[in-house]
C-alpha cells in the first residue's frame, strides 16, 4: 500500500493545491490518483503497481515547487508522465534483474478448504443486499442472473429498457457499492476474531 | 474506443504504445473513458468467472488480477455476487395498479362526465404518441444492443476461439461468383453461431475492415467495425453472426476497407440466404 509518510507535508499541500483549489475536491483527486496509476502500473503487468506509484508521488513532491509554476494543463497528465519514466526505469531493472520467485501464481478460485471464509462471505453478501435499494437489487440480480450465450441474450434484453453502455456503468456503480460493503463486513469479522 | 480494444489494453497486448498512451491519459482526466474502461474491466472478470478467457487471456488475466491476496479476495466477493445472482430466483415485475387512478378521478365531486370525451380523446392521443415514441426509442435500443454484440462476437479475442454449434461457410464476393452460387443457411436449433469468411478481392489492403449486413426486405443495416484480415498470406476476413438475428431471406454484406485516415474502399458485396 501508499507509503506516502515519506512526502513532506508541504509538498503534500502543495500537490493538492495543484490538483485543485478546493482542498476537500483536491484530496479525493490524489487518493483517486493513486488508484488510477496502480491501475495502469498493474494493466502493464507491473509485479508492485503500489510501489511504483508511490516512487511517482515521491518524485512528484520533489519537483512539484518548480513544475507548477510552469506546467499547462491537468496536473494528472504530469503524473503521467512521470509514471512513464519510472516504469521505463523499472523495466531496465527487472530486465538486469534475476527473478527469484515463480511467476506462477495459484488460481484463485481453486482454494479448496476455506470453507469458513467461504461462510463468511456468504454472511456478508447476504447483509449487504438488504442495503441496495430494491430497484438497484433487481437489478444487478437480472444482469449476474444468468451466464454464457444465456448471459447474452439476457443482456440484450435488459438492454431494450436502457442503452448498454448506461446499463453496464450503472450495474458497475451497484457492484462496487456491494463490494465495499462486504469488504467492510469481512474486516468487521476478521477484528472480531 | 471498442470493448474489444479496451480489453487488448487491460490485458496488456496493446503492441500500439501511441493507443496506450491515448487511452491511459483518457482514463486519468476524463470520467465517462475511466467508467467505460472499468465496466469493460467488469466484462472481463466475469468471463474468467466463467471460464471464457484463452489460455493467454487467462495468464495475463491472472497475474494482473489475482497475485494479492486482495485481488484474490476480490475476484472471490464477484464469484459470490454472481452465484447469488444465478441462484436466486428472478422477482417477478412489479405491476402498478392503473384502474385505481380512474377510479380516483371519476369519483371527485368536481369531476363532470361531460369532460370525459375530450379527456378521453387527449389521453388517447397522448398514450398514442407516446407508445410511438417509446417504440422507436426501443428499437434505437434493440439496434445498439445488436451491434454491440456484434462487435463483441468479431472481437480479436472472441474470434481466436471456436465456440460450439457452430457453422463455418465462404462467401464469393457477387462480382467474382455466379448467380446459382448463392450460399444457403439453414436455421436449426443446434446451430448458434455462423462463421462466414469473406475473401478479399481488391488490390489495397488495409489495416481494418468494415462490415454492413442488411436483410434486403429491411430497411435495418448492422454494422461490425473493426475487423482484421485472417493473416497476411490469407486474404481473407472473418465475420461471425448469431443464427439468433437471423430470419429466412436474402442477405448482403458489404465489406470496405478503413485506411488509418478513416477513408473507406470502395464496397465489396456478398449475399446468403437464410431458409427455416
Same mark, same amino acid.
Given at each position: 500500500?501508499?507509503?506516502?509518510?515519506?512526502?513532506?507535508?508541504e509538498? +503534500?499541500?502543495?500537490?493538492l493545491a495543484w490538483l485543485?483549489?478546493?482542498?476537500?475536491?483536491a484530496?479525493t483527486?490524489?487518493?483517486?490518483?493513486?488508484?488510477?496509476?496502480?491501475?495502469?502500473?498493474?494493466?502493464?503487468?507491473?509485479?508492485?503497481?503500489?510501489?511504483?506509484?508511490?516512487?511517482?508521488?515521491?518524485?512528484?513532491?520533489?519537483?512539484?515547487?518548480?513544475?507548477?509554476?510552469?506546467?499547462?494543463?491537468?496536473?494528472r497528465?504530469?503524473?503521467?508522465?512521470v509514471?512513464?519514466n519510472? +516504469?521505463?526505469?523499472?523495466?531496465?531493472?527487472?530486465?538486469?534483474q534475476?527473478?527469484l520467485?515463480?511467476?506462477e501464481v495459484?488460481?484463485?478460485m481453486?482454494?479448496?478448504?476455506d470453507?469458513?471464509?467461504?461462510?463468511?462471505?456468504?454472511?456478508?453478501?447476504?447483509?449487504?443486499?438488504?442495503?441496495l435499494?430494491?430497484?438497484?437489487?433487481?437489478?444487478?440480480?437480472a444482469?449476474?442472473?444468468?451466464?454464457?450465450?444465456?448471459?447474452?441474450?439476457?443482456?440484450?434484453?435488459?438492454?431494450?429498457?436502457?442503452?448498454?453502455?448506461?446499463?453496464?456503468?450503472?450495474?458497475?456503480?451497484?457492484?462496487?457499492?456491494?463490494?465495499?460493503?462486504?469488504?467492510?463486513?469481512?474486516?468487521?469479522?476478521?477484528?472480531?476474531r | 474506443?471498442?470493448?474489444?480494444?479496451?480489453r487488448?489494453?487491460?490485458?496488456?497486448?496493446?503492441?500500439? /504504445?501511441?493507443?496506450?498512451?491515448?487511452?491511459?491519459?483518457?482514463?486519468?482526466t476524463?470520467?465517462?473513458?475511466?467508467?467505460?474502461?472499468l465496466?469493460v474491466?467488469?466484462?472481463?472478470?466475469?468471463?474468467?468467472?466463467? /471460464?471464457n478467457?484463452?489460455?493467454?487471456?487467462r495468464?495475463?488475466?491472472?497475474s494482473?488480477?489475482?497475485?494479492?491476496?486482495?485481488?484474490?479476495?476480490?475476484?472471490?466477493?464477484?464469484?459470490?455476487?454472481?452465484?447469488w445472482?444465478?441462484?436466486?430466483?428472478?422477482a417477478?415485475?412489479?405491476?402498478t395498479?392503473?384502474?385505481?387512478?380512474?377510479?380516483?378521478?371519476?369519483?371527485?365531486?368536481? +369531476?363532470?362526465?361531460?369532460l370525459?370525451?375530450?379527456?378521453?380523446?387527449?389521453?388517447?392521443?397522448?398514450?398514442?404518441?407516446?407508445?410511438?415514441?417509446?417504440?422507436?426509442?426501443?428499437?434505437?435500443?434493440?439496434?445498439?444492443?445488436?451491434?454491440?454484440?456484434?462487435?463483441?462476437?468479431?472481437?480479436?479475442?472472441?474470434?481466436?476461439?471456436?465456440?460450439?454449434q457452430?457453422?463455418?461457410?465462404?462467401?464469393?464476393?457477387?462480382?467474382?461468383?455466379?448467380?446459382e452460387?448463392? *450460399?444457403?443457411?439453414?436455421l436449426?436449433s443446434?446451430?448458434?453461431?455462423?462463421? +462466414?469468411?469473406?475473401?478479399?478481392?481488391?488490390?489495397?489492403?488495409?489495416p481494418?475492415?468494415?462490415?454492413?449486413?442488411?436483410?434486403?426486405?429491411?430497411?435495418?443495416?448492422?454494422?461490425?467495425?473493426n475487423?482484421?484480415?485472417?493473416?497476411?498470406?490469407?486474404?481473407?476476413?472473418?465475420?461471425?453472426?448469431?443464427?439468433?438475428?437471423?430470419?429466412?431471406?436474402?442477405?448482403?454484406?458489404?465489406?470496405?476497407?478503413?485506411? *488509418?485516415?478513416?477513408?473507406?474502399?470502395?464496397?465489396?458485396?456478398?449475399?446468403? *440466404?437464410?431458409?427455416?
Open positions: 500500500m501508499a507509503r506516502n509518510s515519506a512526502i513532506p507535508p509538498s +503534500f499541500e502543495e500537490i485543485d483549489p478546493d482542498r476537500e475536491v484530496a483527486m490524489y487518493v483517486q490518483l493513486y488508484h488510477d496509476l496502480s491501475n495502469i502500473f498493474r494493466w502493464r503487468g507491473c509485479s508492485d503497481p503500489e510501489g511504483l506509484t508511490d516512487d511517482v508521488f515521491d518524485r512528484v513532491a520533489r519537483k512539484v515547487h518548480e513544475v507548477r509554476l510552469t506546467y499547462q494543463g491537468d496536473a497528465r504530469y503524473f503521467h508522465g509514471a512513464n519510472v +516504469f521505463m526505469e523499472n523495466l531496465k531493472k527487472v530486465k538486469t534475476v527473478s520467485d515463480d511467476d495459484p488460481e484463485p481453486s482454494a479448496k478448504g470453507e469458513a471464509g467461504t461462510l463468511e462471505m456468504e454472511e456478508c453478501l447476504q447483509a449487504c443486499l438488504p442495503k435499494s430494491p430497484d438497484n437489487r433487481k437489478l444487478i440480480l444482469y449476474y442472473a444468468k451466464e454464457k450465450q444465456a448471459k447474452i441474450d439476457n443482456r440484450s434484453e435488459l438492454a431494450r429498457q436502457l442503452p448498454v453502455e448506461t446499463l453496464r456503468v450503472k450495474v458497475y456503480r451497484i457492484r462496487v457499492s456491494l463490494q465495499e460493503c462486504i469488504e467492510r463486513c469481512l474486516e468487521r469479522k476478521a477484528n472480531q | 474506443m471498442t470493448d474489444a480494444l479496451l487488448e489494453f487491460l490485458l496488456g497486448r496493446l503492441a500500439d /504504445d501511441e493507443t496506450r498512451q491515448r487511452i491511459e491519459s483518457l482514463f486519468l476524463d470520467p465517462h473513458t475511466k467508467e467505460t474502461v465496466a474491466e467488469q466484462d472481463l472478470i466475469e468471463d474468467y468467472l466463467e /471460464d478467457l484463452t489460455q493467454d487471456e495468464q495475463r488475466f491472472i494482473r488480477y489475482a497475485k494479492t491476496e486482495e485481488q484474490r479476495r476480490n475476484l472471490r466477493i464477484t464469484k459470490s455476487i454472481k452465484d445472482a444465478v441462484a436466486e430466483p428472478q417477478p415485475q412489479v405491476t395498479p392503473t384502474v385505481s387512478v380512474w377510479n380516483r378521478l371519476w369519483t371527485q365531486p368536481q +369531476f363532470k362526465p361531460v370525459v370525451v375530450p379527456l378521453a380523446i387527449a389521453i388517447v392521443i397522448a398514450i398514442v404518441l407516446a407508445s410511438i415514441w417509446l417504440n422507436s426509442q426501443r428499437e434505437r435500443r434493440k439496434h445498439l444492443a445488436i451491434e454491440q454484440e456484434l462487435a463483441q462476437l468479431n472481437s480479436p479475442a472472441s474470434l481466436s476461439e471456436v465456440p460450439a457452430m457453422i463455418s461457410r465462404e462467401l464469393k464476393p457477387v462480382t467474382v461468383r455466379s448467380a452460387l448463392q *450460399t444457403e443457411i439453414s436449426r443446434d446451430i448458434h453461431t455462423v462463421q +462466414f469468411t469473406l475473401p478479399w478481392i481488391q488490390q489495397e489492403r488495409y481494418a475492415y468494415e462490415a454492413q449486413i442488411r436483410r434486403l426486405d429491411d430497411d435495418e443495416s448492422y454494422t461490425i467495425p475487423l482484421q484480415e485472417v493473416s497476411n498470406e490469407q486474404h481473407v476476413i472473418r465475420l461471425r453472426l448469431l443464427t439468433s438475428m437471423l430470419s429466412p431471406g436474402q442477405y448482403q454484406i458489404h465489406l470496405r476497407g478503413v485506411a *488509418t485516415d478513416g477513408a473507406r474502399s470502395p464496397d465489396e458485396e456478398y449475399s446468403f *440466404t437464410v431458409t427455416r
